[in-house]
Structure formats: structure tokens, C-alpha cells
């Protein structure tokens, strides 16, 4: 969603009654998002960057599961038969959300997700009254997310930037650190404390 406040993704989502002649006055659903990690295979840079998640590799028989992503909730309006409706998705770059350092742990492919439902459906019946019936979480899609279309849409709210939060005592000190040699940016002031990379000459 380029015009977003925060960056958003919209899931197309067609909703279609089994019954096409009752009269749908309105649908609320309720999302659980979940990254489905096993249905994808994974470069050995990516296996690298999942450390942090789920450990060495050799592990990941016992360690890989599916990863709740969000929850999300859509009131779709009346309809007859079917209807397509956008579901958006708020998206953080916060990397202490396990979804962000799973997605920016991807280099490329697609991101397999499974989207679960539950809700109610508000419908007239054959006499015109209205009804209400609930919505099972046995309703589910799955989708796969280009890794591609993730990136883009960080990179447009965030260009060329990351988000890191911090304890308040850890930014404290880092942030005396800082003042107290009076380092410019906080980018200096991590350069300065980070080992310099050696470069090996043949």
C-alpha cells in the first residue's frame, strides 16, 4: 500500500458463499498470519542469517516451526456470490519481531504464508431475515509472498536504513559513549567500537 503511514502490505482475498443466492449484508473476519518455514528450501547464506531464530542447521530437524506473523481483522462489505476485498498487513521493522529477522534473513524466492480465519458472516435468508452464522477456523489460504516485495517496501519507507531497539540502559551508555568524544552520528559511534574489518591481500 504505497501511501501507507507505516509500511503495509494488502492481501487480495476473494470471499465466495457456498449458497450464491443468499444476500451477504456484511463478513468480519479475524486473521491469524503464519510464516509456514518448513515448505521452503534455504541458501546456505540464508541458513547462515537464521541463526539467530533457529539455530545450526544440523539442528533445524527439532528447531524450524512455523512462525506466527500477525493478527489481523477485515469487515467486508455486502455481496452476492463473491467479492474480493484487500486485507491489510501493517509491517514492522523492529528486529527484535522474529518476522522481520526471518524476512530479512531471506536473499531471494518467496515467502511461504498460510492465512487461518475465523468470524461471522451476517446473511438474509429465502424470507429476508437476518442471520448470523460463525466462521470456522477450519477456513484457510496460503499464499507465497515474493521475498522481492518485502524488500521494496522497506527500502521505500526505510532507504538504505535499519531500526534497532535497545535496553534503555544499553543506549545510555552508548549514548555517553558518544557525547563524551563527541562523535557526530550514531553510525560513527558503533564504527568505533566495532573491530575493523581486515582485508586479505593474496
Known sequence: MPYAVAPTLAFQLRITNANADEIIHTVALRCQIQIEVTRRRYAPEEQGRMRDLFGEPERWSHTLRSLLWTHASLVAPGFRGSTMVDLPIPCTFDFNVAATKYFEGLIEGEIPIQVMFSGTAFYADPDGVLQVAPISWEQ??????????????????YPNNVWLNLRRDVFERLYQYKTQRGIPTWEQALESVLPVEETVSS
Open 140 to 157: 484457510e489460504a496460503r499464499f507465497k509472498l515474493p521475498v522481492k516485495v518485502w524488500r521494496e517496501m522497506m527500502e521505500a519507507y
